[in-house]
T-cell receptor, first 116, second 112 residues
Framework: GAVVSQHPSWVICKSGTSVKIECRSL??????MFWYRQFPKQSLMLMAT?????????EQGVEKDKFLINHASLTLSTLTVTSAHPEDSSFYIC????????????FGPGTRLTVL | SQQGEEDPQALSIQEGENATMNCSYK?????LQWYRQNSGRGLVHLIL?????REKHSGRLRVTLDTSKKSSSLLITASRAADTASYFC????????????FGKGTTLSVSS
């Protein structure tokens, strides 16, 4: 058990458009999900913490109006990159913690975003 | 930055040799985890060591943790070409249940 999926696995879009990435916990409920970004040959950097039913908490330097996060249910969080630009091209990875289990996170397979 | 540091940044070895990667961190932790990432792919969880543990084994993996030095090491014994990947340490920022802070990673290349 404890599978996290992401959709799409990759996306190419034009500059100025918006892209939505979904993160789903398939077989468990996740009160908290996390969004990370990874640029080529770099490590994962936390973007925001997403809590079901409340506003996301963004890390310093991450624009909340540009990266919209919605966690409307216990199994789904979405990240929308608004007005995407080439510098937003990156690998976006989500993770989820089981409700009530605090020290283990389950990672999705990631979404490769390329903005032309 | 709270990001952990790892060394070496890159490591090239021959099959059968051992590979050691080190991670240093800056905050108090509840546990420290190691992940593997093949190029362009998702993360694979390798092992978790709690703050009250000093050493842990899992197959060919051995992890140590020294909380006084805020450091951890990952040893892969008898490496294989399939071990070629990037390896990251990660820890909770302040307390369990919060987001993970990742180290900068070590890129391991194992040649046959």
């Amino acid at each position: 058990g404890a599978v996290v999926s992401q959709h799409p696995s990759w996306v190419i879009c034009k500059s100025g458009t918006s892209v939505k990435i979904e993160c789903r916990s398939l077989d468990f409920q996740a009160t908290t999900m996390f969004w990370y970004r990874q640029f080529p040959k770099q490590s994962l950097m936390l973007m925001a913490t997403s809590n079901e039913g409340s506003k996301a908490t963004y890390e310093q330097g991450v624009e909340k109006d540009k990266f919209l996060i919605n966690h409307a249910s216990l199994t789904l969080s979405t990240l929308t990159v608004t007005s995407a630009h080439p510098e937003d091209s990156s690998f976006y990875i989500c993770s989820a913690s089981k409700t009530g289990v605090v020290d283990t996170q389950y990672f999705g397979p990631g979404t490769r975003l390329t903005v032309l | 930055s709270q990001q952990g540091e790892e060394d070496p940044q890159a490591l090239s070895i021959q099959e059968g040799e051992n590979a050691t990667m080190n991670c240093s961190y800056k905050t108090s932790i509840n546990n420290l985890q190691w992940y593997r990432q093949n190029s362009g792919r998702g993360l694979v969880h390798l092992i978790l060591i709690r703050s009250n543990e000093r050493e842990k084994h899992s197959g060919r993996l051995r992890v140590t943790l020294d909380t006084s030095k805020k450091s951890s090491s990952l040893l892969i014994t008898a490496s294989r070409a399939a071990d070629t990947a990037s390896y990251f340490c990660a820890y909770n920022r302040n307390q369990a249940g919060t987001a993970l802070i990742f180290g900068k990673g070590t890129t391991l290349s194992v040649s046959s």
